[in-house]
């Protein structure tokens, strides 16, 4: 019986099992779409699973995942677009997780403007923040119009995407969020239209996704990672207005009418089953990427994405 006291006492004194750290760098300064992430904080979803999370907001939203890449992250939210050209740069760099699972891009126009089909932007200006893919999109939009990239200006307003378009500096902008610039548009009294890319020729994507190092990852902790995010998914989905208060609790400057539209408009777009993908979806984007001149080769879906619960 002494011994059995001695051992329980021992026990008791032992410090718990450390958590595995982590860390994982936004893709932008925390925002409704980063929701799973933050209510599996919150709600304690990483600590069952044994994590503890470090998240972090970049300080150069072009950053983080070549900051993965370099090995100084375990997890950087991106882009899927963004992901096939970092690959094809030579970055070791994988998708293993999906965020947002839709197209959250549009072409972006004034609601009671003169633009009321990608057709009447022949002759006009078009502002964009990032070169590249985006480029590739709008062509692909336009084609279906039978308006040439050369046919219209493109005009680089860097992050001024919505306050471009209602000062009248530009006549559309790509690359516009439609949970975000149209709320925001709305909000200040210049309501705007989107012409959803999904819809007008462009392979669909995902829109947010986790990319890791696929020679330095850890799969264990990114399967829990993405176990606990797709808890804190479905408690958003079945509890919307009280995950919303979850989030914006977090910080007062979530605590305003954008961010709760954002939220509500966001909340189905969220990957329901963030760890599974589509892999036609990849081959696809790829093919088109390589068909509008972006990359130079098609490379396999296993060098793009991975599955890591399934390894």
Request: with cysteine; proline share 7%.
């Amino acid at each position: 019986m002494k011994k059995l006291m001695t051992a329980i006492a021992l026990l008791a004194a032992a410090p718990a099992w450390a958590e595995d750290k982590m860390t994982i760098l936004l893709d932008w300064f925390i925002n409704p779409d980063h929701g799973p992430i933050i209510v599996a904080q919150e709600n304690g979803y990483f600590a069952e699973q044994g994590l503890e999370v470090e998240i972090v907001p970049p300080a150069d939203p072009s950053a983080p995942p070549r900051l993965v890449a370099a090995g100084q992250a375990d997890l950087a939210v991106s882009y899927q677009p963004q992901l096939h050209l970092q690959i094809h740069e030579g970055l070791p760099l994988k998708r293993v997780g999906t965020l947002v699972a839709t197209p959250l891009n549009c072409l972006l126009v004034l609601e009671d403007g003169p633009i009321k089909s990608p057709a009447d932007l022949k002759g006009k200006k078009i502002g964009f923040s990032v070169a590249g893919v985006e480029e590739a999109i709008l062509g692909t939009v336009l084609g279906k119009y039978d308006v040439a990239l050369g046919d219209v200006e493109l005009i680089n307003v860097n992050f001024s995407l919505s306050p471009s378009l209602m000062t009248g500096q530009v006549d559309a902008v790509i690359g516009a969020y439609r949970n975000f610039e149209l709320n925001q548009m709305d909000i200040e009294g210049r309501p705007g239209t989107c012409f959803y890319i999904e819809e007008e020729g462009v392979p669909s994507y995902d829109e947010l996704i986790y990319v890791a190092n696929p020679d330095t990852m850890d799969k264990d902790k990114i399967a829990r990672f993405l176990a606990a995010t797709e808890k804190a998914t479905q408690y958003i989905v079945n509890n919307p207005e009280k995950s919303w208060e979850i989030f914006a609790a977090t910080s007062p400057e979530l605590q305003d009418e954008l961010n709760a539209r954002a939220w509500v408009d966001t909340l189905p777009r969220f990957a329901l089953r963030p760890a599974g993908f589509d892999a036609g979806r990849y081959a696809r984007f790829e093919t088109f990427l390589n068909e509008s001149g972006m990359i130079d080769s098609v490379l396999p879906v296993s060098d793009i994405a991975i599955d890591v619960t399934a390894q």
